[in-house]
């Protein structure tokens, strides 16, 4: 449709249409205008997979057997495989199955920075740096809406914690807002070309993000040149004419009393009473009006040729499996126990809740309905087969409290009851409603059953770590201890055997310091979707060699992280993020602070080797920079495995204050076992850069520059050096 005949429409609508396009008229759409050949708008959730569906106006779900989907590897974890092909095709995927269950828009992916190991929502995000964010999300978008549906990505901007999510308020320097906050945005904009944004339930300076003048008419829309649907998030909407006058199109909102939402009748009625210009109010939903028009066009809404998506086929799995197995992270193998050998196991012990538990169904609004979750216990028995036994001991009690999103309050829903609470309980933990007796006594027999079944076994794998009492939308965590007593499991499990294989699913970081020092193989994996628990299996059997990368860095314990430290998270009614741009590696490395692993960690059951990094200038001017890195990569190792070669960039001499380094290129590579392959990057102008709030840009300063080739951050496997002129 062309832009004159989408003009010609808007200019055929009434007002009460046009309102009836802006805002929800059930949870999860709009309201079309048949006559005209509009349809509805509907979204869905979320991140992990196509949330079930819900009656328009209760949040009784539906219940019908057919809306059970691909459970996708969270977003941490697919951040973790540092692979831009396997962010597509889970992007790919999402979007097909929305398509398929007619949706028009999937609200995700989330990439809020994960500032502290402590939001409840990390697992959603990915990482803590706006470089690895940018290069995720920019496939996971276009992989998305390549079938015709659009992707939402949220939540914009600064929402870093879940307490008070609703009303807390955020105050950052323009430089940290700039070059940590809104890089993920921006690209997901410029460079993905997303077609939906969601707004930040808590405020900046003051202001609601979801109608913030300057977030969204002057960075958003100004500056980004952003003309896809900016969305708020459910029920973040609070001032009519701010919602009229600031970059928002429609609003969504948690009640069903869907006429009176800010921008329903309460719109209406301002324009009637002239409490705002008649013109300009006018004008100003056309705009966003034409926003949403302009989206359906290009979803092929308005003729006909549409996409009609699809469900999860054979590929789809196999795709799913390679990421839930390139997100699992090899933290430690000291004394080269992994992978276990499947020819001497006769009798396999795993303890450990969460070798049984299925996560899909907890976490908030990317809760799931999975069509399968194969759990570790699962997977470990599918890869041994039927000459092994597996004997499985809880070793910890984790009596199944329920959901909490579903059981915090009055209403039916607990998405209404976390926004009741102002949005986001100060840190509820479950461990605490359980009656702490009975908690106690069930650990202490769980634990002596998991010892003495240890005695005996060929080896003994421990699955523990968070679930979504913990990892959840709504609350976040008080500090990063491994719940339900497991760190005296661990501790004693370890001295009965000490080549106890420790394996933690979780979203975030926990405290490991307790048994660190005396585990020798140590695997992290994630709630890494419907494959894997299988994906963990072949990890630890050697099926599948690991190639999982950390994307945040695990601090020892919460205490060591910046926010944390100036006493700014969780916060009360403001949050100063006094750390600056001293987020995650950005801190601990510049400020020298031991981590427990860092920023960009993950080991191979292969070794490697980079060296002979080498860099030219190829072009130097004020505008544009380019500068062409090299270096050889080998595989030293007898297995066939895949790296993740980082650069980091470090100012010699800077103008400003700046990290000690910053992530600024990387690629997973895959080498043959005994393979050496040189590997060119390219870095530009945006990788020097730093944002000067004198002149309000992003400026390059003149002067030495060293390029870091690392295997994480904190271990540097080769220095170059490059001089700008300008
Ligand atoms: C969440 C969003 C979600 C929306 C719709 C909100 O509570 O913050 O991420 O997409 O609900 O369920």
Known sequence: MTKEKIEKLISQLTLQEKVGMIHGDGFFTTKGVERLGIPPFKTSDGPRGVRKDFENDTWKEIGLNCDDVSYLPCNAALAATWNRALAY?????????ARGRGKDMILAPGINIMRTPLCGRNFEYMGEDPYLVSEMVVPIVQGIEENDVSACVKHFAVNNQETRRLDVNVEVSERALREIYLPGFEAAVRRGKVKGIMGAYNKLRGRHCCHHEYLLNEILRKEWGFAGIMVSDWGGVHDTREALMNGIDMEMSVTNDFDAYFMADPLIGMIENGAVDRKTALAKIDEKVRHILNVMNRLHMLDGERSAGGYNDYNDKAALRQTARESVVLLKNDKELLPLDKRKMKRLLVVGENANRKHAPGGGSAEIKALYEITPLMGIQMLLGGNTEVVYKPGYFNEDIGNIWANTGDSENGQVDSLNQSGGMTQATPELEIKETHQMEM??????????????????IFVGGLTHDYDTEGQDRTDMKLPYDQDRLIAELLKVRPDTVVTLVA?????????????NALVFSWYAGMEGGIALAEVLFGEFNPSGHLPETFPVSEKDCPAVVLGEFPGEDNVNYGEDIYVGYRYYDTYDVETAFPFGYGLSYTDFVMTGIRAEVIEDTAESKEVKVRFDLSNIGDRAGAAVAQIYVADKRPKVRKAAKELKAFEKIYLEAGETREVTLMLEREAFTYYDEASHSFKVDAGSYMLLLAKNAEEIADITEIEFAV
């Open 89 to 97: 095709s889970t992007g790919k995927l999402l979007g097909k199955e």
């Open 443 to 460: 650990n202490e027999k769980y634990l002596q059953e998991a010892l003495e079944a240890a005695q005996d076994a060929d080896a003994v």
């Open 507 to 519: 979203g975030s970081p926990v405290d490991m310091s307790a048994w660190i020092e005396d585990v």
